[in-house]
């Protein structure tokens, strides 16, 4: 059981450039979370998705955006990166049986925005 | 959403008992109380999750007193592996997929 990937594992990004971040899980899970973790901040909610084909803004939407087209996938996408975005991205799942307060996470994507 | 509050940074020896508080003042009657356990260069885990009382799995105890306004995550013996961030967050279960809070964490740092 895979449980949640994330790709790619890292990434150094000019600024201005497009990019997409892709977050897979394998349980069926309904619900799935993007995240950035940056020093001293904790982890903040950037979006997230409680079923296939809807979408929801977090703590922290803007410059980010988000798709659910199947119940797998989820990818986050920054349409023109900018330094600040630099951080490391937790993708995250839950079903609709344990709730959102029992989230799965995958191994993080560490992005640097030059 | 009930916001948390607990330390930012805790140091405990080896082998000690170490237990970490967060304040809930504002939780919902149908609010639980959920801790997440994060070490370095991965994603945060679940680690136990309880509405009153005493709790206690594998990992953990959380202890949560009659008026629920705070709670305390319990680790027996620690070792230089607990060494993490640990959050505490509070959200309904029943509220369906309302997403949660994760806060800046306790920050563990075990020392031999």
């Known amino acids: 059981i895979a449980g949640i990937t994330q790709a790619p594992t890292s990434q150094i990004l000019a600024a201005g450039r497009r990019m997409t971040l892709r977050c897979t899980q394998d349980?069926?899970?309904?619900?799935m979370y993007w995240y950035r973790q940056d020093l001293g901040l904790g982890l903040r909610l950037i979006h997230y998705?409680?079923?296939?084909?809807?979408?929801g803004k977090g703590e922290v939407p803007d410059g980010y955006s988000v798709s659910r087209a199947n119940t797998d996938d989820f990818p986050l996408t920054l349409a023109s990166a900018v330094p600040s975005q630099t951080s490391v991205y937790f993708c995250?799942?839950?079903?609709?049986?344990?709730?959102?307060?029992?989230?799965?996470f995958g191994p993080g994507t560490r992005l640097t925005v030059l | 959403l009930a916001k948390t509050t607990q330390p930012i940074s805790m140091d405990s020896y080896e082998g000690q008992e170490v237990n970490i508080t967060c304040s809930h003042n504002?939780?919902?009657?149908?609010?639980?109380i959920t801790w997440y356990q994060q070490f370095p260069s991965q994603g945060p885990r679940f680690i136990i999750q309880?509405?009153?009382t005493k709790v206690t799995n594998e990992v953990a105890s959380l202890f949560i007193p009659a008026d629920r306004k705070s709670s305390t995550l319990s680790l027996p013996r620690v070792s230089l592996s607990d060494t993490a961030v640990y959050y505490c967050?509070?959200?309904?279960?029943?509220?369906?997929?309302?997403?949660?809070?994760f806060g800046k964490g306790t920050r563990l740092s075990v020392i031999a």
């Open positions: 995250a799942s839950s079903d609709e049986f344990s709730g959102p307060d029992t989230q799965y």
């Open positions: 349980m069926r899970h309904n619900a």
């Open positions: 998705s409680n079923t296939a084909g809807t979408t």
């Open positions: 504002n939780i919902a009657t149908n609010d639980y």
């Open positions: 309880g509405y009153k």
């Open positions: 967050l509070v959200g309904d279960l029943n509220s369906g997929n309302t997403p949660l809070v």
